[in-house]
């Protein structure tokens, strides 16, 4: 602390600055969300404005803004780079940084301002420096001020750090959705011998033996709540959106506890009319209406000792409710038609994704039952949620499906993986579930692509991962996935991927040059 009192006070602002960039940077899940508060941030401290990230498109080989403060909407989505083009994109292809001296020497720019330099035409001194990582330039950070003839050299070194500290995120991210790919190959033996439970915690599981699937910070919050409510026979109610896993959660639960070795019966409430529905639940006699010849148990004397689990709670019907209410109040029923009470031992768990609170308000849920069913809640979050939940996911119904299918799935693309993780999900991971299904029965050569992915994971509007809508940067994008696809069949042999692809080996030099593929970390691989 005395360290940073003793500091000159231009030195102690760009430490506390940076500061603040990097605890923005670990408030967001996904970089692209965190720029335009990181670039709110240069402005309106350091005072440098029209601040503009622009990345490297891994699908088009192009440069692409995502994101840029005070430029318009239309501006941004046309914000696309080749190499070499422009002053951002000289950037881009040589990895020097470009400042207004720079921009002052051009000789297209001496012959129109007959010398002036470029503050003086401009009123703006300006700045663009490169993001590099390991692997060469990824990108470019750039800002402008109102010229101030003292204040070039701090600007220039102030951007320089925050490049870094871009870069630095880039690579972090990488490296999560690798470590996410690294645990299916690591565990394709355990899921490929159909055992994915004896597999245990590698695969993606939130723990040994579970059926749930996941590592964010919120399923374990969850998970957590979930291990010690388990061992009670506290009634458990589970809220969340549809698809979400209420049931797994309720498996789980079950699972847990001390009764896990007796019956674990589960009813989708939704799924059964009104008039089945009770006799379902608790049971009839013989002729107690139309159809019944037999005596009939219901599922609350069959889970006897053990466990029942009822979803869509919400749906149950008035009279059904105060039936239900009994059951937890007394542990006791009577069967339709019968006069017999009945007493039963069982742990319930139930589900919904509606808001009962609202539903009780509204006059269509007791508000009696409620409470004896709000005794532990749990509240399961969406897909959109726990985005780091998405990529362990994936990887499990690839391997779920590829089995089930009798295919040989061996890896996700990277433009497929760029497309789930930044899909909003609004049907939660049962329409994960229906997507890889989909792209396991589509895919032709053991890879699942982007293409083989529903076309609403690929619009602008779901993704916000707008593609340039010209024919050659589609082409692009195919070419570039192609010969990464070659270079990783061949170990990176550049001739052996040329001859795969039908054209020379110079071709190849030419298109791996240009798309900045680095061919030798194939190699490594081998």
């Given at each position: 602390?005395?360290?940073?009192?003793?500091?000159?006070?231009?030195?102690?602002?760009?430490?506390?600055?940076?500061f603040?960039?990097?605890?923005?940077?670990?408030?967001?899940?996904?970089?692209?969300?965190?720029?335009?508060?990181?670039?709110?941030l240069?402005?309106?401290?350091?005072?440098?404005?029209?601040?503009?990230?622009?990345?490297?498109?891994?699908?088009?080989?192009?440069?692409?803004?995502?994101?840029?403060?005070?430029?318009?909407?239309?501006?941004?989505?046309?914000?696309?780079?080749?190499?070499?083009?422009?002053?951002?994109?000289?950037?881009?292809?040589?990895?020097?940084?470009?400042?207004?001296?720079?921009?002052?020497?051009?000789?297209?720019?001496?012959?129109?301002?007959?010398?002036?330099?470029?503050?003086?035409?401009?009123g703006?001194?300006?700045?663009?420096?490169?993001?590099?990582?390991?692997?060469?330039?990824?990108?470019?950070?750039?800002a402008?001020?109102?010229?101030?003839?003292?204040?070039?050299?701090?600007?220039?070194?102030?951007?320089?750090?925050?490049?870094?500290?871009?870069?630095?995120?880039?690579?972090?991210?990488?490296?999560?959705?690798?470590?996410?790919?690294?645990?299916?190959?690591?565990?394709?033996?355990?899921?490929?011998?159909?055992?994915?439970?004896?597999?245990?915690?590698?695969?993606?599981?939130?723990?040994?033996?579970?059926?749930?699937?996941?590592?964010s910070?919120?399923?374990?919050?969850?998970?957590?709540?979930?291990?010690?409510v388990?061992?009670?026979?506290a009634?458990?109610?589970?809220?969340?959106?549809?698809?979400?896993?209420?049931?797994?959660?309720?498996?789980?639960?079950?699972?847990?506890?001390?009764?896990s070795?007796?019956?674990?019966?589960k009813?989708?409430?939704?799924?059964?009319?009104?008039?089945?529905?009770?006799?379902?639940?608790?049971?009839?006699?013989?002729?107690?209406?139309?159809?019944?010849?037999?005596?009939?148990?219901?599922?609350?004397?069959?889970?006897?000792?053990?466990?029942?689990?009822?979803?869509?709670?919400?749906?149950?019907?008035?009279?059904?409710?105060?039936?239900?209410?009994?059951?937890?109040?007394?542990?006791?029923?009577?069967?339709?038609?019968?006069?017999?009470t009945?007493?039963?031992?069982?742990?319930?768990?139930?589900?919904?994704?509606?808001?009962?609170?609202?539903?009780?308000?509204?006059?269509?849920?007791?508000?009696?039952?409620?409470?004896?069913?709000?005794?532990?809640?749990?509240?399961?979050?969406?897909?959109?949620?726990?985005?780091?939940?998405?990529?362990?996911?994936?990887?499990?119904?690839?391997?779920?499906?590829?089995?089930?299918?009798?295919?040989?799935?061996?890896?996700?693309?990277?433009?497929?993986?760029?497309?789930?993780?930044?899909?909003?999900?609004?049907?939660?991971?049962?329409?994960?579930?229906?997507?890889?299904?989909?792209?396991?029965?589509?895919?032709?050569?053991?890879?699942?692509?982007?293409?083989?992915?529903?076309?609403?994971?690929?619009?602008?509007v779901?993704?916000?991962?707008?593609?340039?809508?010209?024919?050659?940067?589609?082409?692009?994008?195919?070419?570039?996935?192609?010969?990464?696809?070659?270079?990783k069949?061949?170990?990176?042999?550049?001739?052996?991927?040329a001859?795969?692809?039908?054209?020379?080996?110079?071709?190849?030099?030419?298109?791996?040059?240009?798309?900045?593929?680095?061919?030798?970390?194939f190699?490594?691989?081998?």
């Amino acid at each position: 602390m005395d360290n940073i009192l003793s500091l000159k006070n231009d030195d102690r602002f760009e430490l506390e600055l940076l500061f603040d960039i990097v605890r923005t940077f670990g408030k967001y899940a996904e970089l692209r969300n965190a720029l335009a508060p990181v670039l709110n941030l240069i402005e309106v401290r350091a005072g440098l404005k029209r601040g503009t990230v622009a990345l490297l498109d891994k699908d088009s080989g192009l440069l692409k803004i995502e994101e840029a403060n005070g430029f318009t909407q239309t501006e941004k989505e046309r914000g696309f780079y080749r190499l070499g083009e422009g002053l951002t994109g000289r950037v881009f292809e040589t990895g020097e940084a470009l400042f207004s001296a720079d921009i002052s020497k051009e000789p297209r720019f001496l012959n129109r301002t007959k010398n002036r330099s470029y503050e003086e035409m401009t009123g703006v001194s300006y700045y663009c420096v490169p993001i590099c990582s390991e692997d060469g330039v990824i990108g470019t950070l750039s800002a402008e001020r109102q010229f101030k003839k003292d204040s070039v050299h701090n600007d220039r070194r102030l951007l320089e750090k925050i490049a870094a500290i871009i870069a630095d995120t880039v690579k972090l991210h990488a490296q999560i959705i690798k470590r996410g790919s690294a645990l299916r190959r690591n565990t394709a033996a355990g899921f490929n011998s159909g055992n994915a439970l004896r597999a245990g915690p590698e695969i993606g599981r939130i723990a040994q033996g579970s059926a749930i699937v996941g590592a964010s910070s919120s399923l374990r919050d969850v998970y957590e709540m979930l291990v010690q409510v388990a061992p009670s026979d506290a009634t458990v109610l589970i809220s969340g959106e549809s698809g979400t896993g209420k049931e797994l959660v309720a498996a789980e639960i079950c699972r847990l506890s001390k009764r896990s070795k007796e019956s674990f019966l589960k009813l989708n409430c939704a799924a059964l009319p009104e008039s089945i529905i009770e006799s379902e639940l608790f049971g009839h006699e013989k002729g107690a209406f139309t159809g019944a010849v037999n005596q009939r148990k219901g599922r609350f004397e069959l889970a006897d000792k053990g466990t029942i689990f009822l979803d869509e709670i919400a749906e149950l019907s008035p009279q059904v409710q105060v039936k239900l209410l009994r059951v937890l109040q007394e542990r006791e029923l009577e069967r339709l038609g019968g006069s017999q009470t009945i007493k039963v031992d069982v742990r319930l768990i139930t589900a919904s994704n509606k808001n009962l609170e609202k539903e009780m308000r509204e006059g269509r849920f007791r508000e009696d039952l409620f409470y004896r069913l709000n005794v532990f809640p749990l509240h399961v979050p969406p897909l959109r949620e726990r985005k780091s939940d998405v990529i362990l996911l994936a990887d499990y119904f690839t391997e779920k499906y590829a089995d089930k299918n009798n295919k040989e799935i061996k890896r996700i693309s990277q433009a497929a993986i760029d497309l789930l993780t930044a899909y909003s999900w609004p049907g939660n991971v049962r329409e994960l579930e229906n997507c890889i299904e989909r792209a396991v029965i589509l895919s032709k050569d053991s890879v699942i692509h982007a293409y083989n992915l529903p076309l609403s994971l690929q619009s602008a509007v779901s993704t916000h991962t707008e593609p340039t809508t010209t024919l050659d940067a589609a082409l692009s994008r195919l070419e570039k996935e192609m010969i990464i696809d070659a270079l990783k069949i061949t170990n990176g042999n550049m001739a052996a991927a040329a001859r795969n692809l039908g054209i020379t080996e110079r071709q190849m030099g030419l298109r791996i040059h240009h798309y900045g593929i680095h061919w030798r970390k194939f190699r490594k691989s081998s």
